[in-house]
Structure formats: C-alpha cells, structure tokens
C-alpha cells in the first residue's frame, strides 16, 4: 500500500500546525464544556497578520517590505528589536489588509531566501504592543540565547556561549 502524500498546496492553503495542535490540546486538557460557553473561535480564522522569522540582523525594513508587498498591500510592518539595543534581531510581523493576502504570502514567500536566509511565515493572531521585543535574558530571541553554531547573520554564537567563553580565557591559571 503507498504512503498518503499530502499535496504542497494543501498543505501550503493551511493555517500552522503548531497553532492547530496547540488548540487541539488545550481543548483536550479541558474537562466537557458547559452549555453555557460560546464555542471557541480560531483566532487565525481571519487573521491578516504574518509572524516572519529567521531573519539575518542586518535585513532592513525595506527589503522587507519589498518582498512581502509583491503579494498584497501592507498595512503595518514591525521589525523585531533586541529589548535593551533596540537593534533587529532577526523578525517581524506583517499585517496586510485581507486575509488572503496573507495566505498567498504564507504560500508564495514563505520558505524563499532574503539576504541568503531561508525565512519562516505563519499566521499571527495579531501584534500588540510589546511583542516587538526578543525575549531572551539578554533582549535578543530566546533562540539565539544558546545557539552553539557560528552564524554570522545572526551575531554570530549564542550570546551565552560568547559569554561562557569569554569567561574561560579570563579563568585560566597563568604558566
């Protein structure tokens, strides 16, 4: 019998899902609902905002907007700040005027290289303010808090691996 191959453009005409498995869960975790509770809306049922990620530090705002408006009017772009820099680093969201405009974005870019990094794109319930902000210990993303790879468009290492080994040369008994 031959393995079930999901087609790319249904897979591609999809919402994410990692949004998809995180509801399912909740719903799971959750005991019968009363009758007196509306049912659950998906909050990515209409969305028209784009989270886009692994983004180099040194892609700038218009490439961005470059890229992404070849797929429908962009309403807002927020590029993703380290907290205490105020420096990119490596997102942003992409809130377009429809719903479908972000769903051919989703289809058509994400997955396509800007400034030789393969990006990511999922639907966005929506940015508030804050959310432009890394959330890692030192204000850059979580991710690149304890990445042990060079990557030179990210910083280079982990900012706790930079730290770690600056500590190691200073820690040495001198000969």
Do not use: W
Request: a negative charge; proline letters at 5%; charged letters at 35%.
């Amino acid at each position: 019998m031959a393995p079930a191959v999901r087609s790319t453009v249904d897979r591609l005409d999809r919402p994410s899902a990692y949004y998809q498995g995180k509801n399912k869960r909740r719903r799971d975790r959750d005991e019968e609902p009363s009758e007196q509770q509306e049912p659950q809306v998906d909050p990515l049922a209409n969305a028209t905002t784009l989270y886009v990620g692994n983004l180099s530090f040194y892609t700038t705002e218009e490439q961005v907007y470059e890229l992404f408006s070849k797929c429908g009017e962009i309403k807002r772009l927020v590029m993703g700040l380290d907290r205490f820099n105020k420096t990119p680093c490596g997102f942003c969201f992409v809130e377009y005027y429809t719903h479908q405009d972000a769903l051919d974005c989703m289809k058509y870019i994400g997955g396509t290289k800007l400034d030789e990094r393969i990006i990511r794109t999922d639907l966005d319930p929506g940015f508030e303010e804050g959310r432009q902000y890394g959330r890692g210990k030192s204000g850059g993303q979580v991710r690149d808090e304890y990445r042990e790879d060079y990557d030179e468009g990210r910083g280079g290492l982990g900012r706790a691996i930079q730290d770690h080994k600056v500590g190691d040369y200073d820690d040495r008994p001198a000969r």
